[in-house]
T-cell receptor
Framework: DQQVKQNSPSLSVQEGRISILNCDYTNSMFDYFLWYKKYPAEGPTFLISISSIKDKNEDGRFTVFLNKSAKHLSLHIVPSQPGDSAVYFCAASGMNNNDMRFGAGTRLTVKP | GAVVSQHPSRVICKSGTSVKIECRSLDFQATTMFWYRQFPKKSLMLMATSNEGSKATYEQGVEKDKFLINHASLTLSTLTVTSAHPEDSSFYIC??????????FGQGTRLTVV
């Protein structure tokens, strides 16, 4: 049962442009959402999170948007840099729950 | 951010033997630890969730007798792959979380069973 979905396996963007990565979820009990970045053979690293009481959270070049009614969140990276090339995972959990579910990941390639 | 140390980073073992992977939270107390497995070109699949001092909760399809998880303290969890087979070869990742915060991940362990 795929509770968190990232329908785009890959995304290619030109340096300096905006990267938009999307994520959908099905479990209405999720109220805390996170984005992780992962390089091959390494553990994921935390990027940014958002709780369900907000619809936007910004940290430098990274902004996460949450649309609870649509059960959709997105990560915007602007401007995109070649060093942003990695696999990005969307994750969801409940603040009072212990599990954390991941999407399948989207491989972002930022071309110089 | 917080540091989670996972050891070893790589291990090769013979089929039929057991291998233990350690996950330590170095600068915080982890009320919950997660173990994930990543197959090539696939997502992180949650194997089990453990809370300190209690039995792990395994995901459907994960054999609890094969993947033994011990969360003995607030800073240490171990995953033991028992009677390993080549199909157990994978990349295993742990993460640790304080209540209500993001989870921090270990570096991962590449297990190869020959």
């Amino acid at each position: 049962d795929q509770q968190v979905k990232q329908n785009s396996p890959s995304l290619s963007v030109q340096e300096g442009r905006i990267s938009i990565l999307n994520c959908d979820y099905t479990n209405s009990m999720f109220d805390y959402f996170l984005w992780y970045k992962k390089y091959p053979a390494e553990g994921p690293t935390f990027l940014i999170s958002i709780s369900s009481i907000k619809d936007k959270n910004e940290d430098g070049r990274f902004t996460v948007f949450l649309n609870k009614s649509a059960k959709h969140l997105s990560l915007h990276i602007v401007p995109s840099q070649p060093g942003d090339s990695a696999v990005y995972f969307c994750a969801a959990s409940g603040m009072n729950n212990n599990d954390m579910r991941f999407g399948a990941g989207t491989r972002l390639t930022v071309k110089p | 951010g917080a540091v989670v140390s996972q050891h070893p980073s790589r291990v090769i073992c013979k089929s039929g033997t057991s291998v233990k992977i350690e996950c330590r939270s170095l600068d915080f107390q982890a009320t919950t630890m997660f173990w994930y497995r990543q197959f090539p070109k696939k997502s992180l699949m949650l194997m089990a969730t453990s809370n300190e001092g209690s039995k792990a909760t395994y995901e459907q399809g994960v054999e609890k007798d094969k993947f033994l998880i011990n969360h003995a303290s607030l800073t240490l969890s171990t995953l033991t792959v028992t009677s390993a087979h080549p199909e157990d070869s994978s990349f295993y990742i742990c993460s640790a979380r304080q209540s209500g915060t993001e989870a921090f991940f270990g570096q991962g362990t590449r297990l190869t069973v020959v």
